[in-house]
């Protein structure tokens, strides 16, 4: 498929990469001779980052010292919030609206005290923006998300009618590529297992597993589609570059389904690891554009995340609705 416009992103990641990347004398390398991308990586502290840049900061990436030392504030009284009146052995909460609800997960999961001085995860176009979606992305993004509680049949009383009403999301079959690699609430972790020809990535959201292949392998046929996509990976230089077809048309990328192609990069800095993908789907968005993560070592063993709701919760769910119904 073209690459119309992901250039865009290569100039980007020149720019933002290079300072870091020249800081390491040499990248590490596997006994093979590719370079070296294993371990587990979080994006943890980029969950302060908005996606895309408040308009104030114009096409500024960094914060300032006194900007980043405000957002730490604000998370800190955000994280002393959480943990009001919770108590950490019985999970009772005295104070339900502190997390949110009866059912949110108790504080301690939550991953929001560490801030990062980045003004938004997009960084191309230059002003960190979402291009306008098309009118044809619009359309998909409405009927994607009908019934989910994303888009709100559960508050305005919309019965759900089975399981395809909700998101793969929320049945606990994947969260989707690229999302599953951007923080949310908790679970910020990403391990990356290489070997001779593939490299493999495995989300803790979900503990979803991609696997890349590195030998040259052309993509799969047109027909073959998977939530997940096609990935075909390369290197240049110390980047891994993979490119990413064949989305199944379930998939749901904000609003972007079986036309999306993206190009990932992964590359090793000084301070860990960079991820940027660049979005090229002319019928979703009017133009490309780029989003990136700046990912530091995670020492921690990342644990399997059981996601129960696609097994308890739907079931709930739905015979509500049919309760409802009667």
Known sequence: MPHKGLHLAGLVTLITVGAAHAALAQSPRTPWGDPDLQGTWTSEAELSVPFERPREYGNRQRLTDAELAARQATLQKQSASDNADFDLETADRSNAGAVGSATSP???????????????????????????MTDEGRQRLRQLRAGTFAGGAFN????????????????CITRGVPSAIFPTVYNANTQIVQAPGVV???????????????????????????????????????TLVVDVTNFSPKADYRGAGDTL?????????????????????????????T???EMAAQPEAMFEYACHEGNNSMRNILSGARAAER
């Not at 929001?112 to 923006?129: C, E, H, L, W």
């Not at 919309?158 to 009403?165: L, S």
């Open 106 to 132: 108790p504080p301690h999961w939550l991953e929001r005290g560490k801030a990062s001085p980045r003004t938004s995860m997009v960084i191309a176009p230059p002003d960190g923006r979402l291009p306008a």
């Open 200 to 238: 493999a990535i495995t989300y803790e959201m979900i503990h979803d597993t991609r696997i890349v292949f590195t030998d040259g392998r052309t993509h799969v046929g047109g027909a073959i589609r998977g939530y997940h996509g096609d990935s075909r990976g390369h290197w240049e230089g110390d």
């Open 261 to 289: 192609h993206l190009v990932e990069r992964f590359t090793r800095t000084a301070t860990g690891l960079r991820y940027e993908v660049s979005v090229d789907d002319p019928h979703t968005w009017t133009g490309p554009w």
């Open 156 to 171: 305005s009383g919309a019965a759900f009618k089975g399981p395809e009403d909700l998101s793969l999301w929320e049945r």
């Open 291 to 293: 989003a990136a993560l």
